[in-house]
């Protein structure tokens, strides 16, 4: 006999909720922050680029005095008028319609849209509002994982209002939040996990919103290309291809078996799982280094044997600093590399994995001394680096190694080597 009803916990208060991950992404980032400024080049075909920023200071000392939202429209330079060697790193939607985007060079795209208006990149404007954008975000939904300067992972799930309409009312708001703090719009993607949700903010760009549930696998994303996958390159698309693979609908039928050996185990594997949809990465609030390092670049080219006491002193500090940051950070690391670069630019790196992993300084020495053994020692150097990776947390929790952290670089090494 069933129970009673009243005695069954109902589902909804049992089952934890559905899992909703939104990737956020600014549209036409660099270009919407200059159209701040220059409001009068709204809905015109604008382009950010090259190294020009005097022809910039040349038009605003022109117009010295006048508010920057005056300048007249017609006193702008123009792709038609530049020469060089630049690329674009953004273009207005208005731009994009004659072809013109991310990564082209600047005389080509002046071919394109010789009337477009071209404005030099200033990284501190996007920066400044790469910030406030963020922290609109974190007030409303606190788990957020930075990804560069205009986008973000955000976890709904578990913020009030996450769930209601699938995602689409949350980020409804965080859209209308963020354009009345900056006057910004963005795009946001809502779907089970970081994969998918980044394949949904781009379905509706500019200003759009995309919800992706699970069933929708099918429907929306298998006919798309493989390349649409966050993490298949153009290398990998032309190999997909060449196996006659082109959507990820086609991915997805393929045995994963036949993936591993095709793509290797561990890439083939994931391309099924992309394929399904499947990811599991968490949104990661704060990064967590893959490797640290240290590496000096020398104010003199460096050779082993001649300068060896030079080189020695240099190579011991690089080890300690790398220990204090390992010490400071709470990390231990079993992989210990070392970084060459030689007086020809050519770089190399060597690098051997302990039993154990260590913070130590002089462990870290003796193991990074035996990589630069089995280095080249006989042409000069420019620079020396040392690393530890496969970290773990001191305390003996496992990091999330999804990211990578860029080498300190560490001017003072060759200054105070002794210091
Ligand atoms: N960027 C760059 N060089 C590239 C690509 C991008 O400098 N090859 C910079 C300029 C962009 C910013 O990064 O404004 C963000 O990159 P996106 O790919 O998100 O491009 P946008 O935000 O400009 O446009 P979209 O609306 O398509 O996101
Ligand atoms: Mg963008």
Redesign the pocket.
């Known amino acids: 006999m069933l129970a009673p009803a009243c005695v069954l916990p109902s589902v909804s208060a049992t089952s934890a909720p559905v899992r909703r991950i939104a990737h956020l992404?600014?549209?036409?980032?660099?270009?919407?922050v200059e159209l701040l400024r220059y409001p009068q080049l709204q809905g015109l075909p604008v382009v950010?680029?090259g190294a020009r920023r005097r022809d910039d200071d040349a038009l605003l000392s022109r117009h010295a005095g006048l508010p920057l939202a005056e300048i007249p429209v017609a006193e702008f330079p123009r792709l038609k008028d530049y020469a060089g060697r630049g690329?674009?790193?953004?273009?207005t939607?208005a731009a994009r319609q004659f072809g013109v985007g991310?990564?082209m060079g600047l005389m080509k795209a002046a071919r394109l849209c010789p009337q477009a208006i071209l404005l030099p990149?200033d990284f501190e404007e996007?920066r400044k509002y790469s910030r406030r954008f963020k922290a609109v975000i974190t007030e409303i939904a606190p788990v957020m994982e930075d990804r560069?300067?205009?986008?973000v992972y955000i976890d709904f799930t578990e913020v009030p209002g996450g769930q209601r309409d699938a995602g689409r009312s949350l980020a409804r708001l965080i859209q209308k939040s963020i354009f009345d703090a900056t006057g910004l719009s963005c795009?946001i993607g809502v779907a089970p996990n970081k994969l998918l949700a980044k394949m949904a903010s781009?379905f509706n760009?500019?200003k759009g919103i995309s919800v992706v549930l699970a069933e929708d696998l099918q429907a929306l994303i298998w006919p798309l290309p493989c390349r649409k996958i966050n993490g298949v390159g153009p290398k990998a698309e032309e190999k997909l291809k060449a196996q006659g693979i082109y959507t990820i609908g086609e991915l997805a039928t393929r045995d994963p078996a036949w993936l591993v050996k095709i793509f290797g185990r561990s890439y083939g594997a994931w391309l099924h799982e992309a394929a399904w949809g499947r990811d599991n990465r968490p949104v990661v609030t704060e990064s967590e280094p893959v490797s640290i390092s240290r590496e000096t670049t020398f104010e003199r080219d460096l050779h082993a044997v001649r300068d060896k006491a030079e080189l020695g002193a240099i190579f011991t500090r690089l080890c300690e600093r790398v220990a204090a940051d390992l010490r400071a950070k709470g990390y231990v690391g079993r992989t210990i590399g070392i970084k060459l670069r030689y007086d020809d630019f050519r770089s190399i790196t060597r690098d051997q994995t302990l039993e154990q992993a260590t913070a130590d300084v002089r462990t870290i020495r003796r193991a990074a001394g035996q990589c630069l053994q089995r280095a080249d020692l006989t042409r000069r150097l420019r620079l020396l680096g040392v690393r530890v990776g496969a970290l773990a947390r001191a305390d003996g929790s496992t990091p999330d190694t999804s990211r990578k952290e860029i080498p300190r670089h560490d001017p003072t090494a060759l200054l105070f080597p002794d210091a």
Do not use: L, R
Request: charged share 20%.
């Open positions: 992404d600014m549209d036409a980032f660099y270009a919407s950010i680029g690329v674009i790193t953004t273009a939607y991310s990564a990149v996007y560069g300067v205009d986008e795009s781009e760009k500019p």
